[in-house]
C-alpha cells in the first residue's frame, strides 16, 4: 500500500471497472447523497454564510501572500514555547525526520490521528520499513488499515466499505493488530463501535509516541488545532510522552481571529455539524499536561511550486472540508481510489497534479476527471474555483504533448487549413454527403471508441448547405 500510489493507471481507466461495481456505486451513492443533504441544512442555518466563506478566502490568500512571514512566525512561536519545529523539502526528507524522533525515544509503536499530510507522503510504510508500527485509531482510518485496503475519500476514507464489509474485516483481522472482535460480532453500528473502542483503548493507554497532523497553525501563538468527532484525536494528543505532528505548510492562519472563521465553515462543509464534538489545541510543551516533547514537520512536498502559479495556487487554501467530493458526479460513480491519491475527487483532480507534478500518466488525467458542472466551487467553503484550475491544468497537460493530444493538433491544424481554404471545404462537404451512406456509426480508435459507444454520430445530410442554399435562395 503506496501513500501516493503512482504508478496505478490513468483515471479513465481505473475508474472503468469502478463504475460498474454496482455494489461500491450504492455505497457511494448513499453515502455521500447523505451526507450532502445535512451539509446543506447546516449552512442555510446561517444568514451569513457568504460573507464567511469570502472572509476565509481573504484570510487563506492573504497567509499565501506573505506565507514566507507567517512560516517563519510559526517557528518562532513554537519553539518559545517549549517545542521543536523541522523542515522538510519532501516527503523522503518528512519520513526520515520521523523515523529518527520515534526511533530516539527507544519506542516500536505509534498511535496515529488521522492525517491527510501523513497519507500524503505514505509514512506508515516508511515507519515500517524501520520496524515501527503505527496504529490508525479514526475509526474509518482503522477499518482501511485493517482492510489493507486505501483511503478512498478525504473525510470518509472507507466510505466504500458497507457495515457487512467492516464486520468482516473486524472479525478476520483485529486479533493480529491487537485485541481481537467480539465473538458472535454483528453488523449494528454500536457492536462495530464498541469493538473499535475495545481494541483501541489498549493502545492508547501503553502508547509512548503519538503522530498527528493539524487543521490550522495560528502564527502569533503556536497554537495547533486538530477538530474531530470521535475523540480518540484528544487520546492520541494527550496521553503519549512525545507527539510529533507532520502539517502542511499551507494550514497557517495569522491570528486567532482569523481561525474563528474557519472553526465555523469547517464543521458545516465537512460533518455537516455547527461545531465539531473536539477541538483540540496544544501549544509547545508544559510541565502540569499533556506530551513533554513536542516536535512539528513542516512538509513542503510541492507546496512551493503550487504556490508559483498564479491559478493553482488557490488550491492551497483548501480546508479538506471533502464538501466538493460529496456533490460530484464523476467521484460518486468513480469512486476515490481511481483518482490514485490520497486527494480524490475535485479538489484532488487540481490538487495531486500540483504536488507531484504532470509527469505520470494518472496525474496527467486527472484534469480531466470533470464534467467541469462547477457544484464543487458553489459548495467550496473558501471559494477555490475547481473548475477555472482543471481547464489551467488541461493546458499544461496538453502543452507537453503526448499521443491523444499530438492526434488532436494534427485535427486543429487540418481544420485550420480547410476553413482557410473554401474551395477545398466545399469538395470536400460534397464527397462527404455523397459517401454518406458508407459512413460509419460508431468511431475507431481509442478516446473516440468510447466517445461513440454512448451516442450516433450525427448524421451527414444529402447536401452540403451552401449547395441547398443556393438551390432555394437565388
Known amino acids: 500500500m503506496s501513500g501516493t500510489y503512482l504508478g496505478m493507471p490513468a483515471f479513465p481507466e481505473a475508474a472503468r471497472a469502478a463504475v460498474h461495481d454496482p455494489g461500491l456505486r450504492g455505497n457511494l451513492r448513499h453515502a455521500t447523497h447523505t451526507i450532502r443533504g445535512k451539509r446543506a441544512r447546516a449552512v442555510a442555518e446561517l444568514d451569513d454564510w457568504a460573507q464567511l466563506r469570502e472572509a476565509g478566502k481573504r484570510i487563506k490568500d492573504h497567509t499565501l501572500r506573505y506565507l514566507d512571514r507567517y512560516l517563519v512566525r510559526v517557528e518562532e512561536a513554537v519553539t518559545a514555547a517549549g517545542g521543536t519545529v523541522h523542515w522538510a523539502a519532501d516527503a523522503e526528507e518528512a519520513n526520515r525526520i520521523v523515523a529518527d524522533l520515534v526511533k530516539a525515544t527507544g519506542e516500536s509503536e505509534v498511535v496515529k490521528v488521522k492525517s491527510m499530510a501523513t497519507q500524503e507522503i505514505g509514512l506508515n510504510e516508511a515507519l515500517e520499513a524501520e520496524g515501527i508500527r503505527a496504529y490508525e485509531t479514526d475509526l474509518a482510518e482503522l477499518i482501511v488499515q485493517l482492510g489493507r485496503d486505501r483511503p478512498s475519500h478525504i473525510l470518509v476514507p472507507a466510505i466504500h466499505r458497507n457495515r457487512g464489509e467492516i464486520r468482516d474485516i473486524f472479525r478476520s483481522e483485529m486479533g493480529e493488530w491487537g485485541r481481537p472482535a467480539p465473538e ?22 501503553r502508547a509512548k509516541v503519538g503522530i498527528s497532523g493539524a487543521n490550522f497553525m495560528v502564527a502569533e501563538t503556536g497554537t495547533l488545532v486538530v477538530v474531530e468527532s470521535e475523540g480518540n484525536g484528544r487520546m492520541c494528543l494527550t496521553l503519549p510522552e512525545t507527539l510529533i505532528s507532520v502539517v502542511g505548510i499551507e494550514k497557517v492562519v495569522p491570528t486567532w481571529r482569523d481561525l474563528e472563521v474557519f472553526l465555523q465553515l469547517l464543521p458545516r462543509s465537512s460533518t455537516a455539524e455547527r461545531m465539531n464534538p473536539y477541538t483540540s489545541m496544544w501549544t509547545g510543551t508544559t510541565d502540569e499536561d499533556g506530551p513533554r516533547a513536542f516536535h512539528l514537520v513542516l512538509l513542503d512536498n510541492g507546496r512551493t511550486d503550487t504556490l508559483a502559479d498564479e491559478v493553482g495556487r488557490q488550491a492551497l487554501r483548501c480546508i479538506r472540508c471533502s464538501a466538493c467530493l460529496n456533490v460530484c458526479p464523476v467521484y460518486e460513480r468513480a469512486g476515490g481510489h481511481a483518482y490514485g491519491s490520497v486527494y480524490p475527487g475535485p479538489i484532488g483532480a487540481i490538487l495531486s497534479p500540483q504536488l507531484r507534478g504532470t509527469g ?21 467553503p473558501v471559494a477555490i474555483d475547481i473548475p477555472e484550475v482543471l481547464v489551467h491544468l488541461r493546458e499544461k497537460v496538453a502543452d507537453q504533448g503526448g499521443k491523444g493530444h499530438r492526434l488532436e493538433g494534427v485535427a486543429m491544424r487540418t481544420a485550420t487549413w480547410l476553413l482557410d481554404h473554401p474551395a477545398a471545404l466545399n469538395a470536400g462537404e460534397r464527397l462527404a454527403s455523397r459517401t454518406r451512406k458508407l459512413h460509419p456509426k460508431r468511431l475507431p480508435g481509442p478516446g473516440a471508441r468510447e466517445w461513440t459507444n454512448s451516442r450516433d454520430l450525427p448524421a451527414m445530410p444529402a447536401e452540403p448547405f451552401r449547395d441547398w442554399w443556393k438551390k432555394n435562395h437565388a
Do not use: N, W
Not at 454500536?190 to 493502545?203: F, N
Not at 505520470?360 to 467550496?380: F, M, N
Open 360 to 380: 505520470s500518466e494518472i496525474d496527467a488525467s486527472l484534469p480531466y476527471a470533470s464534467s467541469l458542472c462547477g457544484a464543487c466551487y458553489e459548495v467550496c
Open 184 to 205: 458472535g460480532l454483528t453488523d449494528t453500528p454500536a457492536e462495530l463501535a464498541e469493538a473499535a473502542r475495545l481494541h483501541l483503548r489498549e493502545k492508547f493507554l
